[in-house]
């Protein structure tokens, strides 16, 4: 492996500042199940490492009033470990317990996911559907940005120099809501997401749908919300006819690529079907039988 410096950052603005120090060529680490594998490979070659898992301000888990709050720095099976926090997350829940395997849960991080910006990562379509923002933070100033907006194509994130993820901050449900997140993958086990999406929905008492938000994974290089599902959703009541024109509607969004695992056309077949899936199972979260 490539010959590297290393930094364990006791503070955003001790991590920050040597960030900067060494701007071209420094990587964050938090849990390193991608990084680490990436540098074996030969595929990043950083001159310097700068460990974040010390720096309390990303350590935090906190169910605020209006928000969760998951540091950039929590491994995820300390996230679904913690009684009650997930409550009204059963979307986030699947899509934590999902990530490889007990150790790799026990190392990776919410950030680690969105900052390696794979296509398939398989938090990113579900914090993307209840409507998450990354907070950036530099040692002297923070900044707020959709997780829709941060990750602009594989591999890359909108952050600078110097930048690095805070917290992730998902609203509360309001209401009659509730989330669902489902993948297919080839193995029920330690695989990738051939196709993924995740749905956040709130009905009004009557079952009419007021709120949809649908994110697709691994269909297109960076994440994409299905609008026109979405909008389709909206008003209507949630009744299987529903269910099936939006899960029709979904691929309207998608652009998927033909690779080693699927083809293109495979993916297209594939969506509608986990789109009904995950929408169906909303309905059960929220005791309507469809
Ligand atoms: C065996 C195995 C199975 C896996 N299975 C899955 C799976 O099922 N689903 C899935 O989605 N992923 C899977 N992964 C990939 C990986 O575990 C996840 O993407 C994980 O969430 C990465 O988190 P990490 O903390 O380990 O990130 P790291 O490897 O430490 O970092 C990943 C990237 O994010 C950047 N980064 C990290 N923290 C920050 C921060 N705070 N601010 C800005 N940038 C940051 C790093 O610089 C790096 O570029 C698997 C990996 C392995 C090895």
């Known amino acids: 492996m490539h010959d590297f410096d290393y930094i364990k950052a006791k503070s955003i603005d001790q991590a920050s500042t040597a960030l900067l120090d060494q701007p071209t060529n420094s990587s964050i680490l938090a849990g390193g199940t991608d990084l680490v594998d990436q540098m074996r490979r030969g595929?990043?070659?950083?001159?310097?490492?700068?460990?974040?898992?010390?720096?309390?301000?990303?350590?935090?888990?906190?169910l605020k009033e209006n928000a969760l709050i998951l540091g950039g720095g929590v491994p995820v099976s300390r996230i679904y470990n913690q009684q009650g926090i997930l409550s009204e997350f059963p979307g986030l829940e699947t899509s934590l317990r999902l990530i490889g395997s007990i150790q790799i849960q026990n190392r990776?991080?919410?950030?680690?996911?969105?900052?390696?910006?794979?296509?398939?990562?398989d938090l990113v379509p579900?914090?993307?559907?209840?409507?998450?923002?990354?907070?950036?933070?530099?040692?002297?100033s923070k900044r707020e940005i959709e997780i829709e907006k941060l990750i602009t194509e594989p591999g890359i994130i909108a952050t600078?120099?110097?930048?690095?993820?805070?917290?992730?901050?998902?609203?509360?449900?309001?209401?009659k809501s509730t989330n669902s997140y489902l993948r297919f993958?080839?193995?029920?086990?330690?695989?990738?997401?051939?196709?993924?999406?995740?749905?956040?929905?709130?009905?009004?008492?009557?079952?009419?749908?007021?709120?949809c938000k649908i994110a697709l994974g691994a269909v297109t290089p960076k994440p994409?919300?299905?609008?026109?599902?979405?909008?389709?959703?909206?008003?209507?009541?949630?009744?299987?006819?529903t269910v099936k024109e939006a899960a029709f509607l979904i691929n309207q969004s998608a652009a998927p690529i033909s690779d080693i695992r699927a083809s293109a056309q495979?993916?297209?077949e594939l969506l509608p079907v986990i789109g009904e899936r995950a929408i169906r199972s909303c309905a059960i979260n929220l005791g309507i039988s469809l």
């Not at 579900?126 to 002297?140: F, M, Q």
């Not at 993958?185 to 709120?211: C, F, K, N, Q, W």
């Open 43 to 62: 595929v990043k070659t950083p001159d310097l490492i700068v460990d974040i898992k010390s720096i309390p301000e990303l350590q935090r888990v906190a």
């Open 185 to 211: 993958t080839p193995r029920a086990e330690m695989d990738i997401a051939v196709v993924s999406l995740g749905v956040s929905i709130e009905l009004e008492p009557d079952a009419t749908i007021v709120h």
């Open 266 to 268: 495979y993916r297209l």
């Open 126 to 140: 579900i914090l993307v559907a209840l409507e998450s923002k990354a907070t950036i933070a530099t040692g002297n």
């Open 224 to 241: 994409i919300r299905a609008l026109d599902a979405e909008q389709y959703m909206l008003g209507k009541r949630l009744n299987i006819e």
């Open 108 to 121: 990776a991080t919410i950030a680690g996911n969105i900052g390696n910006a794979s296509p398939s990562a």
């Open 160 to 175: 600078e120099p110097g930048e690095l993820i805070e917290n992730i901050n998902i609203p509360l449900p309001k209401g």
